[in-house]
């Protein structure tokens, strides 16, 4: 398993040594009179923890005229309040908050070491503050557990029969949620959508192809549209759309460089593909509140496109992807959301 000896050994981001370092957003500013009951011990942790920020999203009636997403045509949602991290779970977050567990891989990425494509970070980027990839759908989940422990919230998951691979990546598991508790979790795929298309029926932003922005050559596998928000692999090198050139395009970005969207969230088009808690499933017609999807499948559903198998038109809003839930390849990671 990775730990602090072997980091340093790299010579990758020596700051984290040093126990006051932080990533690069606020503590959550947290109003003790809003919280839900239901604080718990703390998990005590090594390391300083800046807390991600979270952004408010006011929920709402949602009435679906879509072919595709979660909001097809002939479908009627409600969605209640809940709040979604500004940005993805950075390499330096994840680290932090799985160093003390002696059976976790606390540094999984591995881009930089892809066999067909360059992948290694951008000059004048950090690398601590890419996205954290090659994570499981299971893995995601249990950093979400012990995140909510050491902020002194509620665990949102029950995680058993726990089964890891020879690099200690989660590869099977029994996960169940329980939404009445106040921790951290993932978004579901209809949350996922509704936060990237600006949580907000009523203004332009919603009916955009990308999270943040339109483009007349939407729906194309180059589009330089998507520069503005977000990084995929015709313009993973430099930022802006070229052709794609294996030995020269970088893997993961620093998050939050490009424009956010409506609601402030940044990369939800691109970067990487984000794990959602929905099984894979047919849209189905009809109302339904705060939908969650079936209660077993064999896939779990993948959103926003990336840096690596991600044409621009994967990178569109709407667009359903999906894939077993022990794969942890390195253009998967993930974001955190809560209940409100």
């Keep these: 398993m990775f730990k602090l000896d072997q980091f340093v050994s790299t010579g990758i981001v020596m700051s984290l040594v040093s126990a006051f370092f932080f990533i ?13 009951e239901g604080k718990t011990e703390r998990l005590e942790t090594t ?3 800046a807390f991600p920020e979270m952004i408010s999203v006011n929920g709402g009636d949602v009435y679906g005229h879509d072919t595709i997403g979660a909001f097809i ?10 709040s979604i991290s500004k940005y993805l779970v950075t390499r330096e977050l994840y680290f932090k908050v799985m160093y003390d567990d002696k059976d976790v891989n606390a540094w999984p990425s591995r881009c930089e070491y892809n066999q067909t494509y360059r992948g290694e970070i951008m000059e004048g980027e950090k690398d ?15 950093f979400c557990n012990r995140l909510s422990k050491i902020k002194g919230y509620e665990p949102v998951y029950s995680i058993s029969d726990i089964k890891r691979n020879t690099v200690y990546s989660i590869i099977s598991a029994t996960v169940s949620q329980d939404l009445s508790k106040n921790g951290y979790r993932l978004p579901t795929e209809t949350e996922w959508e509704y936060a990237a298309r600006g949580g907000d029926v009523t203004v332009e932003d919603w009916n955009f192809y990308y ?16 520069d503005a928000v977000g990084w995929y692999n015709c313009n993973a090198e430099t930022g802006v759309t070229t ?9 993961t970005h620093q998050v939050g ?12 088009s691109g970067g990487i593909f984000e794990w959602c808690w929905d099984w894979e499933h047919a849209i189905s017609t009809g109302s339904t509140l705060d939908p969650v999807g079936p209660d077993s499948g064999g896939k779990k559903v993948l959103r926003g496109g990336s840096w690596l198998h991600g044409w621009a038109i994967y990178c569109g809003v709407r667009l359903r992807l999906s894939s077993e839930p022990q794969t942890s390849t390195d253009y998967y990671g993930f974001r955190i959301a809560r209940s409100k």
């Design 24 to 36: 690069s957003c606020d503590d959550e500013k947290i109003d003790e009179s809003q919280e839900k």
């Design 47 to 49: 390391y300083s923890i």
């Design 73 to 82: 045509e002939g479908r009627n949602v409600t969605l209640s309040d809940f």
């Design 128 to 142: 601590s503050l890419r996205p954290v990839e090659s994570v499981s759908w299971f893995d995601a989940v249990y």
């Design 211 to 226: 999270s943040g922005a339109d483009s007349e050559n939407a729906g194309a596998a180059i589009d330089s549209g998507m």
């Design 243 to 251: 052709r794609r050139n294996p030995s020269t395009m970088h893997g």
């Design 257 to 268: 460089l490009k424009k956010p969207n409506r609601l402030g969230v940044y990369d939800m």
